[in-house]
Protein backbone atom coordinates (compact mmCIF):
# COMPACT_ATOMS: atom_id res chain seq x y z
CA UNK A 1 0.00 0.00 0.00
CA UNK A 2 1.17 3.45 -1.03
CA UNK A 3 0.51 6.69 1.81
CA UNK A 4 -2.74 7.78 1.95
CA UNK A 5 -4.61 4.04 1.24
CA UNK A 6 -7.24 3.16 3.83
CA UNK A 7 -5.43 0.35 5.85
CA UNK A 8 -8.71 -0.10 7.94
CA UNK A 9 -10.61 -0.16 5.00
CA UNK A 10 -8.56 -3.29 3.40
CA UNK A 11 -8.63 -5.10 6.75
CA UNK A 12 -12.96 -4.82 6.99
CA UNK A 13 -13.59 -5.52 3.34
CA UNK A 14 -10.56 -8.44 2.87
CA UNK A 15 -10.25 -10.95 5.83
CA UNK A 16 -7.37 -13.21 4.20
CA UNK A 17 -5.13 -10.13 4.01
CA UNK A 18 -2.43 -11.74 6.40
CA UNK A 19 -0.60 -8.05 6.58
CA UNK A 20 -0.23 -4.71 4.88
CA UNK A 21 2.81 -3.38 3.69
CA UNK A 22 4.17 0.78 3.50
CA UNK A 23 6.37 1.51 0.61
CA UNK A 24 8.82 4.06 2.74
CA UNK A 25 11.25 6.45 1.28
CA UNK A 26 13.28 8.57 3.02
CA UNK A 27 14.97 11.76 1.22
CA UNK A 28 15.69 15.37 2.80
CA UNK A 29 14.87 17.06 -0.99
CA UNK A 30 12.80 15.14 -3.40
CA UNK A 31 13.70 16.29 -7.53
CA UNK A 32 10.79 16.80 -9.96
CA UNK A 33 11.72 13.76 -11.50
CA UNK A 34 11.11 11.55 -8.03
CA UNK A 35 15.40 10.90 -7.73
CA UNK A 36 16.92 12.23 -4.30
CA UNK A 37 18.44 15.18 -4.25
CA UNK A 38 19.82 15.43 -0.60
CA UNK A 39 20.32 12.21 1.63
CA UNK A 40 17.71 12.25 4.51
CA UNK A 41 19.11 12.07 8.02
CA UNK A 42 16.34 10.52 9.57
CA UNK A 43 15.79 10.41 13.72
CA UNK A 44 14.18 7.03 15.25
CA UNK A 45 11.32 9.13 15.27
CA UNK A 46 10.80 9.76 11.65
CA UNK A 47 11.97 6.22 11.51
CA UNK A 48 8.52 4.90 12.99
CA UNK A 49 6.49 7.39 11.92
CA UNK A 50 5.01 5.62 8.50
CA UNK A 51 5.15 2.22 10.96
CA UNK A 52 2.67 3.52 13.10
CA UNK A 53 0.38 5.05 10.55
CA UNK A 54 -0.01 1.32 9.55
CA UNK A 55 0.00 -0.29 12.48
CA UNK A 56 -3.73 -0.48 12.50
CA UNK A 57 -6.42 -2.55 13.91
CA UNK A 58 -4.38 -6.84 13.60
CA UNK A 59 -2.48 -5.56 11.03
CA UNK A 60 1.71 -5.93 10.83
CA UNK A 61 2.93 -3.08 8.93
CA UNK A 62 5.63 -4.56 6.77
CA UNK A 63 7.87 -2.98 4.42
CA UNK A 64 7.72 -3.53 1.11
CA UNK A 65 10.21 -0.97 -0.29
CA UNK A 66 12.87 0.61 1.11
CA UNK A 67 15.38 3.29 0.52
CA UNK A 68 18.52 1.18 -1.41
CA UNK A 69 21.89 2.90 -1.34
CA UNK A 70 25.03 4.38 0.85
CA UNK A 71 22.48 5.96 3.37
CA UNK A 72 22.49 3.95 7.13
CA UNK A 73 18.16 4.53 7.25
CA UNK A 74 17.73 1.08 5.43
CA UNK A 75 20.04 -0.87 8.30
CA UNK A 76 18.58 1.20 11.14
CA UNK A 77 14.91 0.96 10.09
CA UNK A 78 15.47 -2.67 9.72
CA UNK A 79 16.07 -3.14 13.67
CA UNK A 80 12.84 -0.97 14.68
CA UNK A 81 10.26 -2.39 12.05
CA UNK A 82 11.51 -6.20 13.16
CA UNK A 83 11.95 -5.42 16.92
CA UNK A 84 9.48 -3.06 17.72
CA UNK A 85 6.70 -3.43 15.51
CA UNK A 86 6.98 -6.94 13.89
CA UNK A 87 7.36 -6.54 10.42
CA UNK A 88 7.00 -9.90 8.80
CA UNK A 89 8.90 -8.38 5.66
CA UNK A 90 11.33 -6.01 5.04
CA UNK A 91 12.96 -5.36 1.36
CA UNK A 92 14.90 -2.71 0.27
CA UNK A 93 14.44 -1.59 -3.05
CA UNK A 94 16.77 -3.23 -5.08
CA UNK A 95 20.35 -4.82 -5.18
CA UNK A 96 22.10 -3.51 -7.66
CA UNK A 97 20.00 -0.25 -8.74
CA UNK A 98 20.01 2.77 -5.83
CA UNK A 99 16.95 4.62 -5.02
CA UNK A 100 15.60 6.97 -4.19
CA UNK A 101 19.67 8.26 -4.28
CA UNK A 102 21.27 7.58 -7.72
CA UNK A 103 23.99 5.68 -8.87
CA UNK A 104 24.78 4.17 -4.94
CA UNK A 105 23.82 0.19 -5.66
CA UNK A 106 24.38 -2.46 -2.92
CA UNK A 107 25.96 -4.78 -5.88
CA UNK A 108 28.59 -3.18 -8.45
CA UNK A 109 28.24 -4.91 -12.15
CA UNK A 110 31.34 -7.35 -11.11
CA UNK A 111 29.32 -8.89 -8.44
CA UNK A 112 31.14 -6.82 -5.11
CA UNK A 113 29.48 -5.26 -2.90
CA UNK A 114 29.40 -1.42 -1.85
CA UNK A 115 27.84 2.01 -0.50
CA UNK A 116 25.09 0.30 2.43
CA UNK A 117 25.79 -3.31 1.59
CA UNK A 118 28.01 -3.56 4.45
CA UNK A 119 25.91 -1.96 7.26
CA UNK A 120 22.66 -3.96 5.50
CA UNK A 121 24.74 -7.22 5.95
CA UNK A 122 25.67 -6.35 9.42
CA UNK A 123 21.82 -6.06 10.06
CA UNK A 124 21.01 -8.91 8.54
CA UNK A 125 23.74 -11.14 9.92
CA UNK A 126 22.82 -10.16 13.28
CA UNK A 127 19.29 -10.26 12.98
CA UNK A 128 19.24 -13.92 11.80
CA UNK A 129 21.51 -15.27 14.55
CA UNK A 130 18.51 -15.18 16.49
CA UNK A 131 15.22 -14.08 14.45
CA UNK A 132 12.60 -16.42 15.80
CA UNK A 133 13.02 -14.90 19.63
CA UNK A 134 13.04 -11.49 18.03
CA UNK A 135 9.67 -12.28 16.17
CA UNK A 136 7.94 -13.57 19.17
CA UNK A 137 8.62 -10.71 21.79
CA UNK A 138 8.34 -8.15 19.03
CA UNK A 139 5.87 -5.35 20.07
CA UNK A 140 6.06 -6.31 24.08
CA UNK A 141 7.83 -4.98 27.12
CA UNK A 142 10.38 -7.81 27.23
CA UNK A 143 11.87 -5.87 24.07
CA UNK A 144 13.98 -2.89 23.50
CA UNK A 145 15.60 -1.68 20.62
CA UNK A 146 19.07 0.31 21.06
CA UNK A 147 20.05 2.78 18.65
CA UNK A 148 21.62 6.44 18.06
CA UNK A 149 18.87 9.27 17.43
CA UNK A 150 19.92 10.85 14.54
CA UNK A 151 22.69 8.61 12.17
CA UNK A 152 26.46 8.37 12.90
CA UNK A 153 26.12 9.70 16.59
CA UNK A 154 27.74 8.15 19.62
CA UNK A 155 24.62 7.29 22.23
CA UNK A 156 24.49 6.24 25.89
CA UNK A 157 20.87 5.23 26.54
CA UNK A 158 19.80 3.74 29.92
CA UNK A 159 16.27 1.84 29.91
CA UNK A 160 14.33 -0.05 32.26
CA UNK A 161 13.32 -3.99 30.58
CA UNK A 162 10.63 -5.72 32.99
CA UNK A 163 12.36 -3.70 36.29
CA UNK A 164 15.90 -4.28 35.14
CA UNK A 165 17.63 -1.34 33.95
CA UNK A 166 20.12 -1.60 30.97
CA UNK A 167 22.54 0.49 29.43
CA UNK A 168 23.94 0.33 26.01
CA UNK A 169 26.31 2.44 24.08
CA UNK A 170 27.24 2.34 20.70
CA UNK A 171 29.06 4.39 18.02
CA UNK A 172 29.40 4.02 14.09
CA UNK A 173 25.62 3.72 14.00
CA UNK A 174 26.29 0.61 16.13
CA UNK A 175 22.50 -1.08 17.63
CA UNK A 176 21.17 -3.29 19.42
CA UNK A 177 17.88 -5.52 20.15
CA UNK A 178 17.92 -6.50 24.09
CA UNK A 179 15.14 -9.38 24.93
CA UNK A 180 14.19 -10.02 28.45
CA UNK A 181 12.65 -13.78 28.23
CA UNK A 182 12.45 -14.10 32.30
CA UNK A 183 14.33 -13.94 35.54
CA UNK A 184 17.79 -12.95 35.42
CA UNK A 185 17.77 -14.10 31.57
CA UNK A 186 18.96 -11.90 28.56
CA UNK A 187 18.82 -12.26 25.10
CA UNK A 188 20.97 -9.38 23.37
CA UNK A 189 21.36 -8.84 19.66
CA UNK A 190 23.86 -6.84 17.50
CA UNK A 191 26.59 -4.95 17.11
CA UNK A 192 29.48 -1.77 17.40
CA UNK A 193 28.17 -1.74 20.88
CA UNK A 194 28.33 -2.19 24.34
CA UNK A 195 25.87 -3.87 26.84
CA UNK A 196 25.49 -3.29 30.68
CA UNK A 197 24.09 -4.49 33.48
CA UNK A 198 24.05 -3.86 37.38
CA UNK A 199 22.91 -6.40 39.69
CA UNK A 200 24.06 -6.77 43.76
CA UNK A 201 25.35 -10.60 42.32
CA UNK A 202 28.52 -9.19 40.32
CA UNK A 203 30.99 -9.57 42.67
CA UNK A 204 32.88 -12.59 44.24
CA UNK A 205 32.14 -15.47 44.92
CA UNK A 206 28.10 -14.84 43.73
CA UNK A 207 29.38 -13.76 40.31
CA UNK A 208 30.81 -17.22 39.84
CA UNK A 209 26.94 -17.89 38.48
CA UNK A 210 27.51 -15.60 35.44
CA UNK A 211 26.50 -17.02 32.53
CA UNK A 212 27.74 -15.38 28.98
CA UNK A 213 27.25 -17.65 25.64
CA UNK A 214 27.56 -16.47 21.88
CA UNK A 215 25.16 -18.14 20.22
CA UNK A 216 23.03 -18.88 16.77
CA UNK A 217 19.88 -20.50 16.68
CA UNK A 218 19.78 -23.51 15.04
CA UNK A 219 16.16 -24.38 14.43
CA UNK A 220 15.38 -25.72 17.99
CA UNK A 221 18.57 -24.93 20.24
CA UNK A 222 21.12 -23.16 20.64
CA UNK A 223 25.06 -23.57 19.03
CA UNK A 224 27.92 -22.08 20.18
CA UNK A 225 29.20 -18.85 18.16
CA UNK A 226 32.81 -18.41 18.94
CA UNK A 227 33.27 -16.71 22.41
CA UNK A 228 32.01 -13.68 23.72
CA UNK A 229 33.86 -10.69 24.97
CA UNK A 230 32.54 -9.14 28.79
CA UNK A 231 33.58 -8.21 32.15
CA UNK A 232 32.91 -7.47 35.29
CA UNK A 233 33.86 -4.63 37.77
CA UNK A 234 32.82 -5.68 41.05
CA UNK A 235 33.07 -2.39 42.74
CA UNK A 236 30.48 -0.90 40.80
CA UNK A 237 28.79 -3.87 40.17
CA UNK A 238 28.57 -3.76 36.59
CA UNK A 239 28.47 -6.51 33.79
CA UNK A 240 29.75 -5.25 30.36
CA UNK A 241 29.04 -7.53 27.40
CA UNK A 242 31.15 -5.78 24.00
CA UNK A 243 29.09 -6.65 20.72
CA UNK A 244 31.34 -5.62 18.72
CA UNK A 245 30.93 -7.59 15.66
CA UNK A 246 26.98 -8.53 14.68
CA UNK A 247 26.14 -11.47 17.27
CA UNK A 248 23.70 -12.76 19.83
CA UNK A 249 24.35 -13.73 23.19
CA UNK A 250 22.55 -15.32 26.26
CA UNK A 251 23.22 -14.09 29.32
CA UNK A 252 22.09 -15.14 32.95
CA UNK A 253 23.28 -15.49 36.45
Request: charged share 15%; aromatic share 12%; net charge negative.
Amino acid sequence: GAPGEDVQAYLQNCPHISFIGVNSYFCAEWRPDYSCGRESEATVTELREPLFRYRIGRNLPAITEINSGLTPITSRLAYIAVGEFGAPMFAPWALTVSYPESNQPYVLSDGTLANGAYALRDTYSSLTKAMPQISYYATTENLKVFMSRSPGQRFSTTETINGFPVTVTGENNGQAIIIHPSGHEFLLVGYRATVSFTDPAFHWPTMKQIRVERVYWAGDHWNQDGEPNYGVDQSKKTLDIDLNIPQAVLVSW
